[in-house]
T-cell receptor, first 112, second 113 residues
Framework: RKEVEQDPGPFNVPEGATVAFNCTYS??????FFWYRQDCRKEPKLLMS???SGNEDGRFTAQLNRASQYISLLIRDSKLSDSATYLC?????????????FGTGTQLKVEL | DAGITQSPRHKVTETGTPVTLRCHQT?????MYWYRQDPGHGLRLIHY???????DKGEVSDGYSVSRSKTEDFLLTLESATSSQTSVYFC????????????FGPGTRLTVT
């Protein structure tokens, strides 16, 4: 079983739609959680950290469910510019060097 | 902008040759990382550094070595390049005391023929 699993998609949605991605992680001791976005042939960029109480940044909402070991990302009012691959990222509590474990990503395509 | 540059940005090399990739940062961050990204895999950690001359292995370190003689530079060397090392290589840094969030350089696209 992969440490971090994501539905690869693609998710094809019309502009203005709401879309949600889920991600599951296997290490129950995981401590920190993030969503990154990666555009085609570019580097990953931090979208948002995910906090235990859930957090929102504009049109983006992230949730963490420790009991079920999953993280979600909700995008409201999708824009064409949201088209990208979204990476779920987890840091286990143990282990030095602040090492992160990355999912393979969920591809989003927002269409007119 | 985390002030990270990578060089070269693209390279084609032959099997068996040594290759060195450079990551340079301008903001004096303690932690630096090298990842590779391949289709069907998430980013995988090759090596990381937690200070000058302090490095450790990641999950896919075989065939790679690193050096960090200055805070700002982290070098990744493929000792004898193989076709399986054809990949996109990303350098990253951690900001802040906890170092949780990582910021990536633009990547190096390496092809080994």
């Amino acid at each position: 079983r992969k440490e971090v699993e994501q539905d690869p998609g693609p998710f094809n949605v019309p502009e203005g739609a709401t879309v949600a991605f889920n991600c599951t992680y296997s290490n129950s001791a995981s401590q920190s959680f993030f969503w990154y976005r990666q555009d085609c042939r570019k580097e990953p960029k931090l979208l948002m950290s995910v906090y235990s109480s859930g957090n929102e940044d504009g049109r983006f909402t992230a949730q963490l469910n420790r009991a079920s070991q999953y993280i979600s990302l909700l995008i409201r009012d999708s824009k064409l510019s949201d088209s990208a691959t979204y990476l779920c990222v987890v840091r286990p509590l143990t282990g030095g060097g602040n090492k992160l474990t990355f999912g393979t990503g969920t591809q989003l395509k927002v269409e007119l | 902008d985390a002030g990270i540059t990578q060089s070269p940005r693209h390279k084609v090399t032959e099997t068996g040759t040594p290759v060195t990739l450079r990551c340079h940062q301008t903001e004096n961050h303690r932690y630096m990382y090298w990842y590779r990204q391949d289709p069907g895999h998430g980013l995988r950690l090759i090596h990381y550094s937690y200070g000058v001359k302090d490095t450790d292995k990641g999950e896919v370190s075989d065939g790679y070595s690193v050096s960090r003689s200055k805070t700002e530079d982290f070098l990744l060397t493929l000792e004898s390049a193989t076709s399986s090392q054809t990949s996109v290589y990303f350098c990253a840094i951690s900001q802040g005391t906890s170092g949780d969030e990582q910021y990536f350089g633009p990547g190096t696209r390496l092809t080994v023929t």
